[in-house]
């Protein structure tokens, strides 16, 4: 029976998996390299792959909590890395997991004991302030997340390392623009991480250039009504929309979504599939300081020459904004082969051709919604496998599904529906809702649960580590939204002459009160 879990790395899937292991019972230890909490959320100046110094997180408290853990309500929507890195701080406080973490530990090696055909056990080796320590553990947790290496791929584009004169670098060496005043500065990729550089650089550069290969979406953080955006398209309702209705429909309604707070074709950004998050981009082509430009086809001395056939002169730094790659140079060759790439693990966690399932890789999914809320799904079904609660199919099932998978994701380009894979899990675990049955046993939860955001305390409503607080959670979802921006008496002196409108009209007219309801609900989950 498997007790004694490794868990590499103290980042949010890290502690996710501690509470995890607790919650059923299990002896976890995590091997955290640095000298805290939060992984790629503390931000450092140099020394190990971070956040820069702005950044600010694309997905809404409400959406990205841990399932019984809700944000506090006057913490913003949005945050920077320091309040999240408080968040942090405040779980792992809460729920005692500090003890259960080893720091300025280096995990050596991961190796399978000759036994474990039968044992599952496996051998890991350590290493801390010079002291090499090897122990065994029943099942391994690794939670060391698919932002590992830089992505740098120079030989894509000829010339910048044998005739380019500027300085070039990655995304992950970026803290701030400090660097970039008065420069002429190409930042090559449109992501999240390269909207938000070049948008920042663009306040103190001479001149910006964003180039991209494939276009992109660009929505902001900020929804028509003014709630945060995910919240209000992460629902049940447009999930169930956009499996039922023609794809052809589908597409067209997105296209026109998206085009409605600017027309991505007269900003060169008309995409092949890609989203990125980003309040002031717009803005900033429109205002010149940003010039987007194709992809660059190659470098010469002082210019790039773009597949266009246009050139830019006198270019003087180039951000490398093309993403991270993962490994595991502590996995014993076999099983890391076997985890070469997300496509070739079962549901994105377990390596199918392992004799025992007493290893999990967390964190490598790239989802339309919150990731950090996906890795404690991942967690809690990776800690029931491993107690024998839940079952994993045979081996030939698991990889006949990897496969088929990893045929219609060739790109790998593609995220995964958070709401699909999220509830593809949590029927595995057990804790998918049932909505049907909820509008027959407490349908004021029912329509919160199906036209309302699809936050993580959902899978928590029943089943295993079902949590009492879930329900209220869920139905104060809105107020706890609303709350930090709430900052000024007159909306508090106000509400009272708002309740006396409602009152009049309602004395005046019933309907009018039912009208007004009706009106503000569809607006809220449109």
């Known amino acids: 029976m498997v007790q004694r879990v490794a868990i590499i790395g103290a980042g949010s899937s890290g502690l996710a998996s501690i509470k995890c292991c607790l919650d059923e019972g299990l002896e976890p230890t995590c091997f955290e390299q640095s000298h805290d909490i939060g992984g790629l959320w503390r931000f450092t100046e140099a020394g190990r792959i971070c ?121 992950w060496e970026y803290k701030d623009s400090a660097s970039f005043q008065g420069k002429r500065v190409l930042v090559l990729g449109v992501g999240n991480s390269g909207g938000d550089i070049a948008v920042e650089i663009s306040r103190v550069a001479a001149q910006v250039f964003l180039s991209t290969r494939s276009g992109t979406w660009v929505i902001s953080r900020i929804s028509d009504h003014g709630f945060p955006v995910d919240m209000m398209l992460t629902t049940r309702f447009h999930n169930c929309l956009e499996n039922f209705l023609p794809s052809a429909l589908m597409r067209w309604l997105r296209l026109k979504k998206f085009n409605t707070w600017f027309d991505h074709a007269n900003y060169g950004l008309i995409p092949q599939k890609s989203l990125t998050v980003n309040d002031e981009l717009p803005s900033c082509i429109l205002c010149g300081t940003v010039v987007v430009k194709p992809n660059v ?51 994105y966690i377990f390596p199918p051709p392992l004799e025992k399932p007493t290893l999990a890789v967390l964190g490598l999914i790239e989802l339309t919604g919150s990731i950090m809320t996906g890795t404690e799904l991942q ?29 219609s994701n060739k790109e790998g380009k593609i995220k995964t529906s958070y709401i699909g894979y999220m509830d593809e899990i949590a029927s595995c675990v057990g804790v998918k809702p049932n909505v049907l049955l909820l509008f027959l046993k407490d349908p004021k939860l029912a329509l919160e649960v199906f036209f309302g955001p699809c936050t993580p305390c959902q899978y928590r409503l029943a089943g295993p580590g079902k949590w009492v607080g879930a329900r209220n959670t869920i139905l104060t979802q809105w107020h706890r939204a609303v709350k930090p921006l709430r900052t000024r008496w007159l909306t508090i002196l106000g509400l009272p002459a708002l309740l006396c409108m409602f009152h009049l009209s309602f004395t005046i007219d019933p309907a009018c009160l039912l009208i007004t309801y009706c009106l503000s609900w569809i607006m809220k989950v449109d």
């Not at 107690?387 to 088929?404: C, D, I, T, W, Y």
């Open 297 to 347: 086809e190659e470098f010469m001395e002082s210019s790039a020459v773009f597949e266009d056939g246009t050139v830019e002169e006198n270019i003087d730094m180039v951000v490398f904004a093309t993403g991270y790659t993962f490994s595991f140079p502590f996995l014993e060759e076999s099983v890391r082969n076997n985890c070469r790439s997300k496509y070739a693990l079962y549901k």
């Open 51 to 171: 956040v820069y110094r702005s950044v600010i997180t694309n997905t809404s408290k409400e959406m990205m909590c841990f399932s019984d853990f809700p944000f506090p309500e006057d913490f913003p929507n949005y945050m920077n890395h320091s309040r999240l890195l408080e968040y942090f701080r405040m779980y792992a406080k809460h729920f005692g997991l500090l003890r259960y973490i080893r720091f300025k530990t280096t995990v050596q090696s991961i190796r399978k004991r000759p036994d474990f055909s039968t044992t599952g056990q496996w051998d890991v080796v350590t290493e801390t302030d010079g002291t090499v320590e090897s122990a065994v553990f029943d099942a391994v947790m690794v939670c060391s997340g698919h932002y590992a290496e830089p992505h740098l791929p120079l030989d894509s584009f000829p010339g910048i390392e044998n005739h380019f004169r500027g300085q070039y670098l990655h995304s």
């Open 379 to 407: 967690a809690r079904w990776a800690t029931r496998v491993f107690k024998g609660l839940n079952q994993l199919p045979p081996a030939s099932r698991m990889m006949a599904e990897v496969a088929k998978k990893g045929l």
